[in-house]
């Protein structure tokens, strides 16, 4: 294969699943880790994506990058809605009590799969937000309570944000927290491009008495700008791939559950 094939392979995979690894695409192709590190580099040169430790990312996913939830809800939706339903599993037969949904697709898919489920456990939950796509969702529905917590909406994420939005979950104790993320790494944890998300995310950790992340494989191993909780503030990681051993070191390391959908 020469390089000009490779590289449309790996922008193909790019495409596809937002990051490469060196070590998989020299297995894929046949070829050695330095030629694909050489490819990798020249690849960077010209713009098409953006080096990482282990591999490269398409060159949109800077540590500011910031996608429209939109436009995310359009991408990988198969994947999210199988996390969501795996994530669930969290809320168990006969519960009864609160569960704070945070704003994201992943998320907002979890709202519409949550009625069905809690008549399926007999369960119920009050459920807070201040996701406005989250509150819709249920607030249509006369089975699932829902509050919303308010603040100034960002028009990226159709989310309240703002020190009214920290001050109020600041208030609250809910018995379960789900929480989406923009990115998940060993080093870094949790972490999100703007610092207005990152401190209702932080918030929202602080307040749970237990923490459920939702983070498609396109995310494990992501870092952005604002790290919002470490790996060891929360209690399960749904996701719906195998993640590197980084991760799955440091989620052992701090007794943190790692569910696969």
């Known amino acids: 294969m020469y390089a000009t094939e490779r590289h449309e392979a790996i922008e193909r995979q790019l495409s596809q699943d937002g990051r490469v690894s060196v070590v998989s695409l020299a297995r894929s192709f046949g070829v050695t880790t330095e030629t694909i590190r050489r490819d990798l580099d020249a690849m960077e040169r010209s713009g098409s994506l953006r080096r990482v430790h282990g591999g490269a990312v398409s060159a949109e996913r800077g540590s500011t990058n910031e996608t429209a939830v939109t436009d995310r809800d359009q991408v990988r939706g198969a994947e999210k809605l199988q996390i969501a339903r795996r994530a669930l599993d969290a809320i168990a037969d006969g519960f009864r009590g609160s569960v704070y949904i945070d704003a994201g697709t992943t998320t907002a898919a979890l709202a519409r799969e ?8 007999g369960a119920r ?41 920290v001050r109020a979950i600041e208030q609250l104790r809910p018995d379960v927290a789900i929480l989406g993320t923009n990115g998940l790494s060993a080093e870094f ?73």
């Not at 604002?226 to 989620?251: K, Y």
């Open 125 to 165: 939950a009050e459920v807070v937000t201040h996701s406005v796509p989250v509150a819709f969702e249920l607030g249509a529905r006369s089975d699932v309570p829902v509050t919303i917590i308010g603040g100034r909406v960002r028009g990226l994420t159709a989310a309240a944000v703002g020190s009214q939005t």
């Open 189 to 261: 944890g949790l972490s999100t491009p703007d610092p207005d998300e990152a401190a209702v995310k932080r918030a929202i950790v602080s307040a749970a008495r237990r923490v459920v992340v939702l983070a498609d494989a396109s995310k494990i191993g992501d870092e952005f700008l604002v790290r919002f909780a470490g790996i060891d503030e929360v209690d399960v990681i749904v996701t719906d791939a195998p993640v590197p051993v980084s991760v799955a070191d440091a989620a052992a390391a701090a007794d943190v559950e790692v569910w696969t959908a």
């Open 114 to 121: 949550l009625g069905a489920h809690l008549r399926e456990r």
